[in-house]
């Protein structure tokens, strides 16, 4: 099983921080390094100067969002990324969710699996090369006629991979499945490794009903690791994190963190997070988050204990682990990454 690290967004960690443990971890020979977005810093940006102060170390969008970019626009970036970085890009794309998709961007959230698979097929089209022209929107106005002198073009650059990987953030079993059917990776949030078949079961499903093999399918679950002699203080450094996802990463009505902790036998203790986290009481929702969704959802253990929680996710079919560094000694957690991926 390789090891990643997910550097994640501001204000969680700092440009400079980034930066920091991105070159720690290529200097380390870790796997990859993931940088997202959701309604602050881009993706994008962040990779490129990643790109430029890397050498070696895999860089990938965990996730661009989909409701973000015109699937040319995904593309175009890809590429520029996969030239930039001398051909270690990896593509990941999410929809995010409905608060984001209608609040932050102005688009429906609906035909969430037909928009999602039609997006990756334009992408792979236009990172072939292949022409491609979309359609009009606001075609139908009569008062504002387009000019009709569109026409296909074809991407001027070349990426350097070719097929560029695509992976797709789904934790929702329809779009799981669809992952297992159409995605080359999956990078999914609260993978249970001691109940791997919540998520890794439709994956799987997907996978078979296309003809395809798991083992044609990059599995690179996000997870919070924290480490400390004190196992305690190693829970409490990843809780707040649990708790931002369970809590601010949807609506009341429609939390796919919270579904799936439900799914997992959680979902009291993600409900109450949810509840204090809406009511603005972070510190609060960060102390419901319980040691058994600690333990389903993440990493936090000693030093010594280290190798054997990795390994329950490698025995669960992980291929590629992408850590959320936490706790105050981030640098020391990438560290220990590289010296047990080494013993697995």
Known sequence: MRAGVFLAYWPWFSPAEQVELAVLADGLGLDSVWVAEA???DAVSVLGLLAGRTQRVGLGSGLLQIPAR???????????????????FRLGLGLSGPQVSEGWYGVPFTRNL?????????????????????????????????TG???????????????????????????????GAIADGWLPFLLNPAEPEVLMGPLREGAQEAGRSLAQIDVAPVVPVAIDEDRGAARDAVRPWLAFYLGAMGAKEKNFYVDLAERHGHGAS?????????????????????????????????????????????????????????????????????AATVTL
């Open 39 to 41: 309604w602050g810093q």
């Open 70 to 88: 015109k699937p040319t626009a995904t593309a175009m970036a890809a590429a520029t990324l996969d030239v930039l970085s001398e051909g270690r």
């Open 114 to 146: 037909a928009r999602t698979r039609e997006y990756v097929d334009v992408v792979r089209r236009t990172l072939a090369r292949e022409p491609i022209q979309l359609p009009l929107e606001g075609g139908d106005d009569p008062d504002h006629p387009p």
């Open 149 to 179: 002198l569109g026409k296909p073009l074809k991407l001027l650059t070349r990426p350097v991979q070719d097929p560029l990987p695509i992976y797709l953030g789904a934790i929702g079993p329809r779009a799981v499945r669809q992952a």
């Open 270 to 338: 993600a409900r109450a997070v949810q509840d204090l986290m809406l009511g603005g009481d972070r510190a609060g929702a960060a102390a419901a988050v319980t040691d058994a969704l600690v333990d389903a959802g993440a990493i936090a253990t000693t030093p010594s204990g280290l190798d054997e929680r990795m390994a329950t996710y490698e025995r669960a079919g992980v291929t590629t682990l992408v850590a959320v560094p936490c706790g105050e000694d981030r640098a020391g957690v990438v560290r220990a990454l590289a």
